[in-house]
């Protein structure tokens, strides 16, 4: 393999923000993003549509009888929502957003879901920085052999 075909498949992004690439991008160009290449899916306000999850809303409800689980109510990093995103979304044509495309549909999703102000532009600085409902509910592996 050469240095460039790694280079292409070398995406991950650690949840420390580690391997988050150039770029930006707001949720009102994320608008645009999520309306041609999600929402018919995920449903116009990413409310999901019949077999396929909401990406908003649900917060609150974790400890409820009926935990609605989403990136809003339940994911713990943005950056991991960007890294999901880039490797995996479009479910049927993963990889065809620009980089700058994922970033501004991240936001949206955070626009939505008001983990972020209307009108916040992302970048590898600012998603680095968003802080998620639903992050202290994660309980690190005690096992010594995983220690970071
Ligand atoms: C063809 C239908 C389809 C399209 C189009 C699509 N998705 Fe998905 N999406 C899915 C399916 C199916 C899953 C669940 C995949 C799994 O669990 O393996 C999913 C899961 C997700 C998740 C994880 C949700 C969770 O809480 O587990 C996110 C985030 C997401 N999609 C974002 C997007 C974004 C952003 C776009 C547009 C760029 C998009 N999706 C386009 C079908 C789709």
Redesign the pocket.
């Known amino acids: 393999m050469t240095n460039d075909q790694i280079a292409a498949i070398d995406i991950s992004v650690l949840p420390n923000g580690e391997g988050l690439p150039d770029g930006k991008g707001s949720g009102r160009e994320g608008a645009k993003?999520?309306a041609t290449?999600?929402?018919?899916?995920?449903g116009d306000q990413g409310e999901g549509r019949g077999?396929?999850?909401?990406?908003v809303g649900g917060r609150g409800t974790l400890s409820s009888n009926q935990p609605v689980?989403?990136?809003g109510s339940?994911?713990p990093t943005a950056t991991t929502?960007f890294d999901?995103?880039r490797r995996?979304?479009?479910?049927?044509?993963p990889g065809v957003?620009t980089t700058n495309?994922?970033y501004a549909?991240?936001a949206?999703?955070l626009e939505k879901n008001q983990i972020v102000a209307p009108g916040t532009v992302l970048d590898r600085h600012a998603l680095l920085k968003v802080s998620m409902p639903n992050e202290e509910g994660f309980v690190p592996d005690p096992r010594p052999d995983l220690a970071r």
């Open positions: 993003v999520y290449h999600c929402a018919a899916c995920h077999d396929f999850v909401a990406l689980l989403t990136v339940y994911w929502v999901y995103i995996a979304m479009p479910y049927n044509t957003l495309e994922v549909v991240t949206w999703i």
